[in-house]
């Protein structure tokens, strides 16, 4: 393999980067399109299920109204726009009859019921750590072998022949001449060659 | 207990009345210091080479080196 590999621009890989590029970061927004919540993703992936579901034609999916005010389990939301249950029955009602009455009287189990009720998921539960990084970590690697192979490819096959300029031989010719001409001799290339001693200063 | 009313107006004058008179300060220190640091320094470098420079003794070096295409070293 010549040394101009890595002199030369990386046209071919560069789409393989792009992708590697792409994979740090939206991966995570991809695997997650649940958690993330934001509207656009949710009725993305609500309009996809509806579609698929009439295509399959195996269940009818709940086609959500996106203008109503919805429940959503995200971090920056302590207080989402209506409670997680819709449908109380009889037990829950009463409970929530009890519910205005002087907290102190409940339960812990009446609470954490009540609490049920209003989220869907609790904090600790929602910020609970997933494989995730694995997926990415591994799909990372796979795009970067890959943009290697195509390297070696462009390497092998793309690259013209290496300019003579690149010589050793050449480059000391080059710089012999560079010497001679006394190039910059005031403060720059031969103000730093010693001409008595034929050396560095 | 009411607050006190927020200043409304000049607040681009109080900036520049704070700023301008730093930044004109840090160009000047700026500039002064290239001056001494750089432009100073090359012109004594350029004058000291020049003081003790013989053109025809550098032609002649050159010309032997041979980096010359319209005269040749004198071997040649």
């Known amino acids: 393999m010549n040394k101009s590999v890595l002199t030369q621009p990386l046209r071919l890989s560069s789409v393989s980067a792009v992708l590697l590029f792409h994979s740090l970061t939206t991966t995570m927004l991809r695997l997650t399109a649940g958690r993330v919540g934001s509207l656009v993703a949710r009725r993305a992936t609500v309009a996809l299920t509806t579609n698929s579901a009439r295509m399959a034609s195996h269940e009818v999916a709940q086609a959500v109204d996106m203008s109503q005010p919805m429940y ?3 971090l920056d939301t302590p207080l989402p726009d209506k409670p997680y249950t819709d449908v109380l029955t009889a037990a829950d009602k009463s409970l929530k009859q009890k519910e205005k009455g002087p907290w102190s ?3 812990q189990e009446e609470k954490l019921a009540l609490y049920r009720l209003a989220f869907h998921q609790t904090y600790p ?10 997926t990415v970590l591994g799909g990372m ?6 943009t290697g192979l195509l390297v070696w490819w462009q390497a092998s096959y793309v690259y013209p022949p290496r300019p003579r ?35 560095w200063k | 207990m009411s607050l006190a009313k927020p200043v409304m107006r000049g607040l681009l004058g109080k900036r520049l009345r704070f700023h301008l ?12 210091g ?4 750089v432009t100073e320094p090359r012109k004594q470098a350029y004058a000291d080479f020049y003081k003790q420079y013989d053109a025809v ?10 980096v010359f295409e319209s005269v040749r070293p004198s071997g040649e």
């Open chain 1, 72 to 74: 959503v389990d995200r």
């Open chain 1, 105 to 107: 009287q409940l339960s």
């Open chain 1, 125 to 134: 539960e929602m910020k609970r750590p997933s494989a995730e990084w694995k």
């Open chain 1, 141 to 146: 690697f796979i795009f970067l072998g890959f």
């Open chain 1, 165 to 199: 300029t690149f010589d050793e031989e050449w480059q000391a010719k080059q710089l012999q001449r560079m010497l001679d001409m006394k190039v910059n001799p005031i403060e720059g290339f031969s103000a730093k060659w010693d001409y008595e001693k034929g050396q």
């Open chain 2, 21 to 32: 008179p730093i930044a004109f300060a840090l160009s000047l220190v700026a500039a002064i």
């Open chain 2, 34 to 37: 290239f001056k001494y640091g």
């Open chain 2, 57 to 66: 003794k550098e032609f002649t070096a050159m010309k032997e080196a041979g």
